[in-house]
């Protein structure tokens, strides 16, 4: 046992240590080359004092007491089970246990920021870390690398994920570098209108902002630009401040005059097309038969052969994928998650920390259509896109005040 004054230290040391653990989760994917040095950090930095902070106070019972943290427990739960029980499981039962309690962890972890009112350090921070790896990466490759800034030579082999240097910030594909340096232009985006930054600070959060969005831009992930125009679109239509409609028009009238400027190459892209998702979501509906029920099993890939025989292992959809791996009961408690996620950042949207939430959710809930294929896993990039939203509404708390601005 751990003397009470000990333990009294350790819970007051954790919300730091939380801190620093949640910035290494987010950013060390940046700044981390060594994959088995991010997931030892992840789980001393994050994961053990989340745990500590849970038992001490208690397993925080009210936290988990509201609509979408049941389903989300019975969601974590399901999965676990399914992941013991099922014969044709991927991993072993450990394995589907530990990612359980991790994801258990890192919401909590995030959702104990949300009510301390110290997360908003932690997202300005993440956002601040990406918006320089974003410059330094569009120096490296232009300036430093020299390489061509022309449609053709980024498009066919030059899209961007990757620094290019010694292995840091290598997000190992354009779709994830997309999104994940999309979801941090919402969260300066966020800062740029709802802080009302003035002078140098506004000046260095647009350049930032400039940055993220030129890296979105240039790896081409056509799902990227979609989720975030949505989330930005949100973000900026429910708040209240009269810089989110002076921004509002200023990104209408950029994307006017980039349609215009770059209509040949907007053609280009409307005749790829969804690059042949569309056979593979065909063939996911032909099997729907064989696994609508009970699932082909956890983990399990979604194996299809392109004609001239190139292969894919998921079905680029997590909605579609999710239903195949867990069957039509982990879909609709899945769904039901994002329902309820949604009525609450919605009703609490008079609340700044509501419509940033609410904005990324909306964000993950565009992104999951067609470039996520898998959140019950190991850390990574997707557990920023989707469970990060999760925390950050879970941890919201109603007040009558809200309650008024949202009537």
Excluded at 17 to 26: E, F, P, R, S
Excluded at 122 to 148: E, G, M, N, R, S
Excluded at 260 to 278: A, H, K, L, M
Excluded at 342 to 353: F, H
Aim: hydrophobic share 55%.
């Amino acid at each position: 046992m751990i003397p009470h004054h000990y333990r009294a230290k350790l819970s007051s040391a954790c919300p730091t240590l939380l801190m620093v653990g949640l910035i290494v989760q987010i950013s060390g994917l940046l700044f981390n080359n060594d994959g088995s040095q991010y997931a030892t950090q992840i789980h001393w930095l994050l994961f053990a004092p989340a745990l500590f902070l849970l038992l001490s106070e208690r397993l925080a019972l009210p936290l988990w007491r509201q609509p979408s943290s049941i389903i989300l427990l019975v969601l974590l739960g399901f999965v676990a089970l399914s992941g013991a029980l099922r014969t044709d499981a991927a991993h072993s039962i450990g394995y589907w246990l530990k990612i359980a309690l991790f994801i258990l962890l890192y919401i909590f972890a995030i959702a104990h920021l949300v009510q301390l009112k110290r997360i908003e350090r932690v997202l300005l921070t993440t956002a601040t870390i990406a918006a320089c790896f974003a410059w330094l990466t569009l120096i490296h490759q232009f300036l430093i690398l020299d390489k061509p800034l022309s449609y053709d030579a980024i498009r066919n082999s030059g899209r961007l994920f990757e620094l290019g240097w010694n292995g840091f910030a290598d997000l190992d594909h354009p779709i994830i570098a997309g999104l994940y340096y999309g979801l941090f232009s919402l969260l300066l985006l966020h800062a740029v209108v709802e802080e009302e930054l003035q002078g140098t600070a506004l000046v260095l959060a647009l350049i930032g902002l400039v940055g993220l969005l030129a890296y979105l831009l240039l790896t081409f992930s056509r799902g990227a630009w979609f989720s975030v125009a949505a989330g930005g679109l949100t973000l900026l239509l429910l708040s209240p401040k009269a810089r989110a409609r002076q921004l509002l028009l200023v990104g209408l009238l950029a994307l006017a005059v980039m349609a215009v400027y770059f209509w040949p190459e907007i053609q280009n892209e409307w005749r790829i097309g969804t690059s042949r998702r569309d056979l593979i979501w065909l063939n996911w509906l032909d099997r729907l038969p064989e696994f609508w029920l009970l699932g082909d099993g956890p983990g399990q890939d979604l194996v299809y052969r392109y004609p001239w025989g190139d292969k894919v292992l998921h079905a680029h959809s997590l909605y579609l994928q999710l239903w195949y791996e867990y069957g039509v009961v982990g879909f609709a408690l899945f769904l039901s998650l994002l329902a309820t996620l949604l009525m609450k950042s919605w009703k609490a949207r008079g609340d700044t920390r509501a419509r940033v939430a609410l904005s990324l959710l909306v964000f993950a809930l565009v992104a999951m259509v067609s470039d996520i294929y898998a959140v019950f896993h190991r850390p990574s990039a997707y557990w920023v896109i989707l469970w990060l939203p999760v925390g950050l509404i879970l941890g919201l708390k109603r007040h009558a005040r809200q309650d008024e601005a949202s009537a």
